[in-house]
């Protein structure tokens, strides 16, 4: 969860997080290497005169210059497409949930469980326990086991949404009309907070995101309660 003035990235608390955190990482390293290396050409260029600013024709310069952004693009976008390649896992999930958005709440419907479907709505300010987060708690969490893989079928009875977990690393769009669909895995137990990040009306910003991610005992004895 993010703290008060944070300057770095949520903890990764999947796979899918870590992943995008490394390849933020290496984007960030090459694009720090290029700009000081654009710098000093130019402060070079602009401070000595060890360099021939007249040249009209330069065959060799310019199949340099022409080469080597493509080898700075191959170079980010190889990573880049291992990422592409790992966010879409294909393995057969071991629960699947299916989120509708509405305004101005979240509704759920475990399809692997029998008659587990609620609606989810932020908790009122007056209502929040002590130490509970503002605007994004919520009377009912969506519960899932952790360390196991959840696909999760997104869509939306009204306007756009969108179901957003960031610690997670995963944001998918809720759109009416359409199911789309993510993969996830927790790697540790705790409580995950998100928002809808797609502006949906005058309470858009009162339509959190809560996820539980419990040890697998503890998700079935919940599956178990009506």
Known sequence: MAE???LTL????SPTMEE???FHDYAMMTSLVIGLAVSTTLAAITTTKLFNTELS???QLEFVW???PVLVLVFIATPSMRTLYLLENQETPHLTIKTLGHQWYWSYEYSDLENKAFDSYMTQELDLMKG???LLEVDHRMITPAKSLIRLL???EDVLHSWTL?????????IPGRLNQLTFITQYYGTFYGQCSEICGVNHSFMPITMESTPMKHFEDWARTP
């Open 10 to 13: 949520n903890n990764a608390m």
């Open 154 to 156: 997104v869509s939306a």
């Open 20 to 22: 995008l955190q490394y």
């Open 4 to 6: 008060p003035a944070q």
């Open 66 to 68: 022409t080469l080597l």
């Open 132 to 134: 509970s987060p503002r």
């Open 166 to 174: 960031p610690t997670l690393g995963i944001k998918t769009d809720a």
């Open 57 to 59: 024709d330069a065959n």
